[in-house]
């Protein structure tokens, strides 16, 4: 059983940062692919974005509206995954979820285990 304990969110101004944390409960971490989703009350849970587990060579899956602005990070130090949104827009708001699965996906049922959800505001 792996448990996610999201940190970080907040309300921003757009144009600004910030860094939302995923960590979790079991050492073997690493080796899960870890996903990021959003979900507003207008819209069903999205994917954001995706990092491979520490097996073999690392890739990484961006929703085209993110490339280039959000990155996912891990480090095993601190059992930990990291979604860093640099040149946040009024439509990035939203909750956001982390999630661990064995495969790494853009289908959100490919994920078993989920974070509480972090709220991200963008004011224009």
């Known amino acids: 059983q792996v448990q996610l304990v999201q940190s970080g969110g907040g309300l921003v101004q757009a144009g600004e940062s910030l860094r939302l944390s995923c960590a979790a409960s079991m050492p073997t971490f690493g080796v899960y692919a870890v996903g990021w989703f959003r979900q507003t009350p207008e819209k069903d849970r999205e994917f954001v974005g995706a990092?491979?587990?520490?097996?073999?060579?690392?890739?990484?899956m961006y929703e085209d509206s993110v490339q280039g602005r959000f990155t996912i990070s891990r480090d095993s130090a601190t059992n930990s995954v990291y979604l860093q949104m640099n040149s946040l827009k009024p439509e990035d708001t939203a909750v956001y979820y982390c999630a661990a699965g064995s495969k790494t996906s853009r289908w959100r049922y490919d994920y078993n285990w989920w974070g509480q959800g972090t709220q991200v505001a963008v004011s224009s």
């Open positions: 990092i491979s587990g520490n097996v073999g060579s690392t890739y990484w």
